[in-house]
């Protein structure tokens, strides 16, 4: 049996479970739907360390990838944020999730003709934090039955940051060790902060809290780290 068979299966797994993800949610199951995306995350996490573990990485594979990524993390999040409250927003919902998976297929296109010059860091939001941001949240608004309509504009909105994010030039640690980007004191403050204040917020439903927690404050803290750098060169 070949190699590239377990890394390349994993990133078919990828794509099965934003499938799964897309299904379940069509048929109003916003749990799973949510829930598959977390295991795209994970497939997605191995098939790269695979395929360098048995020395079989290839053009081919980073294709399959990124084409899996859009599916998983652009199409199936969009989908997911559309039923769980963008419906509600009329053609303003629409926008914004076809705005996400646009702005998920632009940032795989510039990731894959950026990777010999961008190295330490990630250039804009990745697209599997992007996709389970909404996940995430869906997850916990649903486990403390919050429902996004009743606090305005607040959720669209929120889906447009970040999908924009995606897009940006905000310089995101790729926490490899390379030490490429300096994290600054304050950001690791507003980090911790907003990570503690998330799990406060969702402590009745904590594992849904940890998840939303984790996405949602790497978020932030690449925004606030990368305007304290800017300070710093500017300085």
């Not at 911790?192 to 799990?199: A, G, H």
């Given at each position: 049996m070949s190699k590239s068979l377990i890394p390349n299966a994993c990133t078919s797994a990828n794509l099965l479970f934003g499938m799964c993800s897309i299904l379940a949610t069509f048929h109003g199951d916003l749990f799973w739907g949510s829930l598959f995306i977390l295991?795209?995350?994970?497939?997605?996490?191995?098939?790269?360390?695979?395929?360098?573990?048995f020395g079989v990485s290839s053009e081919l594979g980073k294709e399959m990838d990124s084409l899996c990524d859009l599916g998983s993390f652009g199409v199936a999040p969009a989908f997911l944020a559309?039923?769980?409250?963008?419906?509600?927003?009329?053609?303003?919902?629409?926008a914004v999730a076809i705005f996400f998976a646009l702005c998920g297929m632009w940032r795989l296109a510039r990731f894959n003709v950026n990777t010999d010059v961008v190295h330490?860091?990630?250039?804009?939001?990745?697209?599997?934090?992007?996709g389970n941001i909404v996940?995430?949240?869906?997850?916990?608004?649903?486990?403390?039955e919050i429902r996004p309509m009743d606090l305005g504009y607040v959720y669209p909105v929120t889906m447009t940051v970040v999908a924009y994010l995606m897009i940006?030039?905000?310089?995101?640690?790729?926490?490899?060790?390379?030490?490429?980007?300096?994290?600054?004191?304050?950001?690791?403050i507003v980090a911790?902060?907003?990570?503690?204040?998330?799990?406060?917020?969702?402590r009745g439903a904590v594992g849904a809290a940890l998840f939303t927690a984790v996405f949602c404050?790497?978020?932030?803290?690449?925004?606030?780290?990368?305007?304290?750098?800017?300070f710093a060169k500017e300085a």
């Open positions: 295991f795209a995350l994970v497939a997605d996490g191995l098939d790269g360390r695979l395929a360098r573990y559309y039923s769980f409250a963008l419906k509600e927003y009329g053609y303003a919902g629409w330490g860091y990630f250039m804009g939001l990745a697209i599997p934090a992007g996940a995430a949240t869906t997850l916990l608004l649903s486990a403390i940006s030039h905000v310089h995101y640690p790729n926490f490899k060790g390379d030490g490429a980007e300096r994290l600054y004191l304050v950001p690791k911790v902060i907003m990570f503690l204040s998330i799990l406060y917020f969702g404050t790497y978020a932030v803290f690449g925004i606030v780290n990368s305007l304290f750098a800017q």
